[in-house]
């Protein structure tokens, strides 16, 4: 027994940590890079190559990096980088492709990337599955598997990178997953998708159902990030029934957070709103809501529901989309419509499921 070291620092540098309990090297910033590189006895400028081949060219292995030693590849060939394995890749007529990436524990999540001419728009996951259970989302009806870690947050980005063979312009946390209830990831990868991957702040949308409490902390942490709120009912009744979670933290309370939020910030935030026919989209409804953001420094999305086989719900027609905008217009609430892209390929908001029907 007593041979057996008992700190790290007893080992010789190269056998410090073992390949297998090594953390993924994804998701670190370049300070935490250097701290690794002089941790394994070699000079600090490799830090910034290991950078460069981990968030620009993307490397799978550290045995690829042909600029090191090779002898030292050798050595770190099995430190674990992080990234994932492209199980299924489907594409719509409207370009957008979806990805069904497989983790190192062999779960699935789904990726989306939404190609325009002037961007490259990726949605991505949080969590394996969802808790929330909201009640039109086909996430939320597999049930929740496990939070997704940094690096299989950052992966998804270089992945679709890789696959379009362009930047990545633009990222939304709006694939499976509530991403407040995962900040530990989150944030740090929303940084390293900034600091790191070069996507601009303001570029990068995290999108919730509200979690009590975690607005004011991002608000806290002066979260560098637009924050999207999906809201989806314009009364504490109707949305109850949407979000069962609204049931213990009320509209109203969600509302308070989100004025708080714009004042410590002093950024706009976006409300997202799910059409749904006929059940959230009459004309009262739009009064209400407008009563609701009255004198709010924000913008609504209204986004027509894309079905689900398992619930009722209906996507309305044009006629109703445009009346909604309209009752919205008239009582001065900025709002746009997005239409989501993929859905021909199952690719839309609120499409993506674990398991593959
Ligand atoms: N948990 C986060 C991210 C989820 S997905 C959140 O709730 O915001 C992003 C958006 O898609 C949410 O506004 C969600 O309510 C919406 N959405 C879910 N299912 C949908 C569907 N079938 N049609 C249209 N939008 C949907």
Redesign the pocket.
Known sequence: MSSIPTSPSQLPANQQTPASAQKPLLGMSLPQLQEWVQQQGQPIYRAQQLHQWLYEKGVHSLSDITVFPKSWRAEIADVPVGRSQIFHRSVAPDKTVKYLLQLEDGQIIETVGMPTEKRLTVCVSSQVG?A?A?D???TGKSGFQRHLKIHEIVDQVLTVQADFGRRVSHVV???M???LLNLEAVLPAVRCLNQDVGIAARSLTI???GIRGRIRQLAQEKLQATL?V?L?APNQQLRQELIPSAKHYPLEALMQECREYVQTTKRRLSF?Y?LLAEYNDRPEHAAQLARLLRGFQCHVNL?P????PEVAYKRPDQQRIDRFQQALQERHVAVSVRY?RGLEADA????LRTRQS
């Not at 529901?305 to 689900?308: A, D, G, K, S, T």
């Not at 839309?348 to 499409?351: D, L, R």
């Open positions: 969802c929330m909201c039109f989302c086909a946390f709006m694939g997953g509530e991403p999108s919730t159902v999207a999906s989806h997202e799910t986004i529901y894309n079905p689900i989501s839309a908001c609120g499409q």
